[in-house]
């Protein structure tokens, strides 16, 4: 399984909203600004995590977007199943393969189910609030770089 830059530029979005959000919303600009992602980008990106209900928008000179719940209740795989949808590694792993003969005495789909559980339970164990305590960490310490991701 290889994430989008949807879902990559996406969580780096959602965790630059959570450290700056605390006052007043964010702007789409300065979040491309301090992230070096396209403004048009971040909009389609940010309408997709309104859509799942993760982010609220406010209109007016102030607005711009604030997370929807805190971020200790928003998990990396809230994020990445809104922007990228399934996170199945393997689709016959999850009983829904249409197209997979003997389906029932197929030993390998243990081992499909039990990487799909594993990505699935670790995505969903990370929080928002604890990339958002890391990111300050490393600021800290002088390790935060914009990088462009590939």
Known sequence: MK????????LRALIDLALYSDEEAV????ISNRQNISDSYLEQLMRK?????LVVSERGAQGGYRL???????SVGDVLRALEGSLEAVSCGAGNNEHCQGEDLCVTRYVWQEINKSIQETVDSIKIS???????KAR??????VQKCD
């Not at 989008?4 to 996406?10: A, L, Q």
């Not at 702007?27 to 300065?30: A, K, T, V």
């Not at 929807?68 to 928003?74: C, G, L, S, V």
């Open 27 to 30: 702007s789409i600009q300065s």
């Open 3 to 10: 994430l989008s830059t949807k879902g990559r530029y996406g």
């Open 68 to 74: 929807a719940k805190p971020a200790d209740e928003i």
């Open 130 to 136: 604890q990339l958002v305590e890391e990111s300050r």
């Open 140 to 145: 800290e310490k002088g390790q935060i770089k």
């Open 49 to 53: 995590l309104k859509k799942a209900g």
